[in-house]
């Protein structure tokens, strides 16, 4: 289902007092209670600010004095360029209540029949639900058997069936009883491309296509959506999340988990503090409270209350000297208790202490005892520690109140998903998809699903003088596509080699547990996507591998970026997965300057999940961040370099210097954890960025005016509908993103310079302007003041709002009174 979000505001209590009308100011510094600010932008692509214009109809305020408000965002068409503005009056804001589709939460009761078979089982049934597959022998271990726990037939409860994700579904780890072909699914661009769309409903519709794939091959639980914050752009795993943004991130987790959650369980992880690679297993990650529940907690929060999370994974790591598998802080004290979190706590695989050895009985007692009473519900893959759980019963280490606890969560969420009973169904829908031999089938839907993703998220970063879109007046006949080959070594994966020709083929990205095999008939690369969008022009197109190979073209494409074997999950990548070094490998860096040295018009593309370094930027007017765009990427790219598309994809990271990065790593085993990272940490080291958060450039231009902050001022529990209006300038019709920041201009405790906390993409025909409306929850401004015995606190005062393009660009200011 394609929602287009609506708003819903109705007052359930009367108290409005009139209120000022926003104005343009000449001194934004100091803006008065429930008005906004606004200068004149300069109407670049990615969007320019501009003063109010006054005068055309108002649409409905979009504020609530006391009640429901939401949704996602909303957008209404307004008169034309002369006729942006006419705000209803002000008022004063009470308590409400946030509802999207993207917000379904959790508040059902558990069904009746999860006490009913909880009554009927012995405690080694109950156990059994809380354990995973045989590990064979230290000799010959099983993995042929990782992806699922076991059945029980005397209770007719069927054991969980497990698949990773992220950017698809991953057939290809082992099950038992599982053909194994060409496991074949759909390959959709990396999280960290979607976290670019900025696209709720995007989001929701992939989630919703990975579900479907998911209850078609017969498995109930999908591990995903990865959560984790980019602290850091060396981190192996970058391409596996959406930002490094913690609003964002749990804004974009909860679209995707309610995606999933139509059809079968979801699985956010690395839960928490997982954002280094290499010796992942012994990590620890060391910070303080408020930087554990406000930047590494707090997006988790949000995808158990917004997304109604079936399952959290608990991660490798360590945090506070502490296994997150053994850590009552993070699991009980504040996943469960701060948060409400009422699902299954799974382990990450072999996350428990001593990995995937095999444990004395003694220690495998110690150690499961210890989960349990911290709250973990499942060891996985293997029955290693918790093949002591009856033991430590009878030891009276463990109460029977502590496995039926356990046992009845898991049950819950089996039977809250139709994925219980052997003899029943599997999901809450039917899937479209069908699985065929080992592979997903009659997926075309999801194929086009993975290019119009792909066409959202991709960013232009440079388009100096108009180079892009590729002339198709004549004056351009020829294009080279130009890319090196790039062999890599793998470990402990499938294939352990290979090379990526970065002209032809198409990087789906790792071949860690989130790998996907897309059917090769189907995958479309750079050269043979820009052919099919060349052809409607009768303009030819080649591929080589050297700048020599262009010397003929009229224009060049430059393929670079990343292969399995540069980042990725620490198990695959012999070296581990972390990177060293922003540098692109292979020499790629040469071949874009001997292009570029040929003085022909051309366009640089890099794929990759996170940032690179960019030495030849002045050289080259036009640069694309494809990062790991999925089975058609090249399709999308190739409609996007011609105009058949536009971009809209606007980057979710800051692009700083490699040499503005905080350290890595600081010792072998821990690290400190800062509570400002990403552009938090540039703002407030006074570092500026190559390209800010936010940033993204389009073959339109838009100007951003008439900022409304529609309360005199407003509770704690409120949701204030802010506007604003977006005029498209050209007859291109096109997307841009609306960025809501904050800050604090009273705050006595350590935040941020500002913080994200609303965002809204909005499609734009050719010189239409439409008002936006992004709601700000008040419960999202809060911090947390205290040590781990404190509490969350929303502070009294004026609170800065800024809207505008980019974070770099928010020209339009308001403030807005908390009370």
């Not at 995707?256 to 699985?267: D, L, V, W």
């Not at 699985?435 to 086009?448: K, V």
């Amino acid at each position: 289902m394609h929602f287009r979000p609506r708003l819903v505001a109705f007052a359930l209590a009367s108290g409005a007092t009139a209120g000022v009308l926003v104005s343009a100011c000449s001194h934004p510094a100091a803006p008065g209670p429930g008005t906004g600010t606004g200068t004149s932008g300069s109407n670049t692509g990615n969007g320019g600010t501009g003063a109010q214009n006054t005068g055309g109809a108002a649409p409905a305020a979009g504020t609530s004095a006391g009640g429901i408000a939401g949704s996602g965002g909303s957008e209404v068409v307004l008169g034309g360029s002369s006729s942006m503005g006419g705000n209803p009056p002000a008022m004063a804001c009470a308590d409400a209540v946030y509802m999207d589709p993207y917000t379904p939460g959790y508040t059902a009761p558990a069904d009746p029949m999860v006490q009913t078979v909880l009554n009927g089982m012995s405690l080694q049934q109950k156990a059994a639900q809380m354990q995973g597959t045989p590990p064979g022998t230290a000799s010959s271990k099983n993995y042929d058997d990782i992806q699922r726990s076991p059945d029980d037939t005397t209770a007719n409860i069927r054991g969980y069936q497990y698949r990773d994700a992220g950017r698809g579904l991953n057939l290809d780890a082992r099950q038992e009883g599982r053909p194994y072909m060409n496991n074949y699914s759909t390959a959709f661009p990396s999280a960290s491309a979607r976290g670019a769309s900025f696209d709720l409903d995007l989001e929701y519709r992939l989630g919703a296509a990975m579900g479907d794939e998911t209850t078609a091959s017969q498995n109930t639980m999908l591990l995903a959506p990865c959560m984790n914050i980019l602290r850091h752009p060396y981190w192996g795993r970058s391409q596996e999340t959406y930002g490094e943004d913690v609003y964002h991130l749990g804004r974009m987790s909860s679209a995707m988990t309610a995606g999933i959650q139509q059809y079968i369980a979801a699985c956010a992880k690395h839960y928490a503090g997982n954002n280094i690679e290499n010796g992942r297993a012994n990590n620890n990650a060391q910070m303080d409270e408020q930087t554990l529940r406000e930047i590494y907690g707090r997006h988790f929060e949000m995808v158990v209350k917004d997304g109604g999370v079936s399952c959290v994974m608990a991660s490798y790591n360590s945090v506070n000297g502490i296994k997150a598998t053994q850590n009552k802080h993070l699991l009980t004290d504040i996943l469960r208790n701060d948060f409400g979190f009422r699902g299954v706590v799974l382990s990450d695989w072999w996350a428990m202490p001593g990995d995937q050895n095999f444990p004395s009985a003694s220690v495998a007692q110690s150690n499961a005892t210890g989960a349990v009473k911290a709250g973990l519900d499942i060891e996985v893959p293997w029955i290693l520690n918790f093949a002591q759980l009856q033991a430590a019963v009878t030891a009276g280490d463990l109460t029977q109140a502590d496995i039926n606890a356990s046992a009845a969560r898991i049950l819950e969420q089996k039977f809250r998903f139709k994925s219980a009973l052997l003899n029943g169904p599997i999901g809450l829908k039917t899937p479209t998809s069908t699985m065929t031999q080992g592979s997903i089938t009659n997926n075309m839907a999801h194929i086009d699903l993975a290019r119009e993703a792909a066409v959202k998220s991709m960013v232009l970063l440079k388009n100096d003088n108009n180079n892009l879109p590729i002339k198709t007046d004549g004056s351009i006949k020829s294009i080279a596509v130009v890319g090196l080959k790039v062999p890599y070594t793998l470990q402990s994966t499938t294939p352990l080699s290979g090379t990526i020709d970065f002209a032809v083929d198409q990087p789906i990205g790792d071949r860690g547990s989130s790998r996907v095999n897309p059917d090769p008939a189907q995958v479309v690369g750079p050269a043979a996507g820009i052919t099919q969008a060349a052809m409607k022009h009768t303009i030819t197109v080649t591929s080589g591998n050297t700048a020599q190979a262009a010397a003929n073209a009229d224009f060049v494409v430059v393929m670079v970026g990343l292969t399995p074997g540069d980042e990725g999950e620490e198990y695959a990548i012999p070296a581990g997965g972390d990177r060293a070094s922003l540098t692109l490998p292979a020499q790629q860096d040469m071949l874009i300057s001997e292009v570029a040295a040929l003085g022909k018009p051309m366009v640089v593309v890099i794929q990759s999940g996170g940032i690179v370094n960019m030495p030849w930027l002045a050289t080259v007017p036009s640069v694309v961040m494809a990062f790991y765009p999925g089975m058609r990427g090249g399709q999308a790219l190739g409609q996007l370099l011609f105009g058949e598309a536009n971009f809209g994809g606007r980057l979710p990271v800051a692009w700083p210097n490699e040499a503005d990065l905080p350290p890595f790593k600081d010792t072998a085993t821990t690290t400190t954890m800062d509570y400002f990272l990403g552009y938090r940490y540039l703002d407030k080291n006074n570092k500026t960025p190559i390209y800010p958060f936010g940033h993204g450039l389009s073959y339109t231009n838009f100007t951003f005016s008439n900022l409304n902050i529609p309360c005199t001022d407003v509770t704690k529990n409120g949701v204030v509908n802010v506007t604003v209006d977006i005029q498209n300038n050209t007859a291109v019709a096109g997307d841009t993103t609306a960025f809501l920041f904050v800050s604090y201009p009273g705050t006595t405790a350590r935040r941020s310079v500002k913080e994200l906390k609303g965002f809204y993409r909005v499609s734009l025909e050719g010189n239409q302007g439409k008002r936006v409306t992004i709601p700000l929850r008040i419960s999202d401004l809060k911090y947390w003041k205290g040590d781990a015995t404190g509490a969350w606190e929303v502070e009294t005062g004026n609170v800065n709002i800024m809207v505008g393009p980019d974070a770099g660009h928010l020209e339009l200011m308001g403030t807005l009174p908390v009370k």
